[in-house]
């Protein structure tokens, strides 16, 4: 039979009115509001529930956002005693996702991921700053025809792959003039499309430096212990269990390539063949069609995919 696995999403899934529903139906989700809010000193419930989009959508409140309505739904889906949950041995996360993978693992604890997650958005918001920057998606072009035309384009500025999310998408990060010339060459190298991502700035880059070194130093103050269950690290799309190497590659991953699609592989590789999207948004369901097209997978972002799963 095979195994299940639970994931989640990272930054861009967030839009206003997630939650909501589970808040307002589910008295286990409403306590996770209730907890974010204290901890953090703000109604992360009234942003989430009613925004604006624009106050949502900065790093600094989407991160922790999104992270309190994950683990809101995946506290509803206790409560409902949600089946499937009982046979998942495995978790990931996208980017933001792998603090929530950690805490749903028990590797660290709800209010401190949320203060980490404050912070890290806080600090790549300032590196944003001083290092302005811009992401790109190149797709239906190989990795590595896209690794080359980063390489090639450096001549330009920094440029770098920085997300591999399926096969034929790969989003690149960097300075601005680095972006514009990869895109060009990617173009011309047959990529269908070369999409500008609606960020603030070059995340998982050389340039998140010093977002890097001030999350090091927030991590090393956090209290991590060994996962209960396998969790996937997004900078080597391999199993980590040990606290320090946790810490290790979160700090690395705001700074580095998140390694998704050959993330989703390993787990197949090991025998999951049942996947449960965890959080607002479908993109992680999309991306797994693409990986492994073969996969099971099940989405719970809003009260009737849970009531009708």
């Given at each position: ?5 639970i994931?989640?999403p990272?930054?861009?899934a ?23 809010a ?20 900065r ?38 996702g ?20 404050q ?10 700053k ?8 190149i797709?239906?072009?190989?990795d ?16 770098v ?13 960097g ?22 991502l609606?960020?603030?700035?070059a ?8 977002a ?18 396998t969790?996937?690290?997004n ?9 320090a ?21 390993r ?6 063949g ?7 948004g ?7 069609k ?20």
């Amino acid at each position: 039979m095979a195994k299940t696995a639970i994931l989640f999403p990272g930054q861009g899934a967030q839009t206003v009115g997630m939650g909501k529903d589970f808040h307002d139906a589910c008295p286990a989700a409403a306590r996770v509001y209730r907890e974010a809010a204290e901890t953090l000193g703000w109604d992360v419930a009234a942003v989430c529930f009613s925004g604006p989009q624009a106050e949502l959508d900065r790093t600094a409140v989407c991160q922790p956002a999104i992270l309190t309505t994950s683990m809101a739904i995946l506290a509803a889906m206790r409560e409902a005693g949600y089946a499937p949950l009982a046979n998942v041995t495995a978790t990931a996360g996208l980017s933001l996702g792998e603090y929530t993978a950690l805490v749903a693992a028990g590797s660290m604890s709800f209010a401190d991921a949320l203060r980490l997650v404050q912070k890290r958005g806080q600090y790549m918001e300032e590196a944003c700053k001083q290092n302005p920057g811009a992401m790109m998606s190149i797709i239906g072009l190989e990795d590595d025809a896209v690794e080359a035309v980063c390489a090639e384009a450096r001549e330009a500025g920094v440029v770098v792959p920085a997300n591999y999310n399926s096969p034929g998408q790969l989003v690149i990060s960097g300075s601005v003039q680095g972006v514009q010339r990869a895109a060009e060459l990617a173009k011309a190298r047959g990529a269908k499309r070369a999409l500008p991502l609606a960020v603030s700035g070059a995340f998982h880059s050389p340039l998140m430096e010093p977002a890097a070194g001030r999350l090091e130093q927030a991590l090393a103050a956090t209290a991590v212990v060994s996962p209960t269950m396998t969790v996937i690290a997004n900078v080597s799309a391999e199993p980590v269990s040990d606290p320090a190497q946790i810490r290790q590659s979160l700090a690395r991953q705001v700074k580095s390539a998140v390694r998704w699609s050959p993330s989703m592989k390993r787990l197949v590789a090991d025998g999951y063949g049942q996947f449960i999207e965890v959080g607002p948004g479908k993109v992680l369901s999309g991306l797994m069609k693409r990986i492994a097209p073969e996969a099971q997978v099940a989405n719970i972002s809003s009260l009737d995919a849970l009531k009708t799963a």
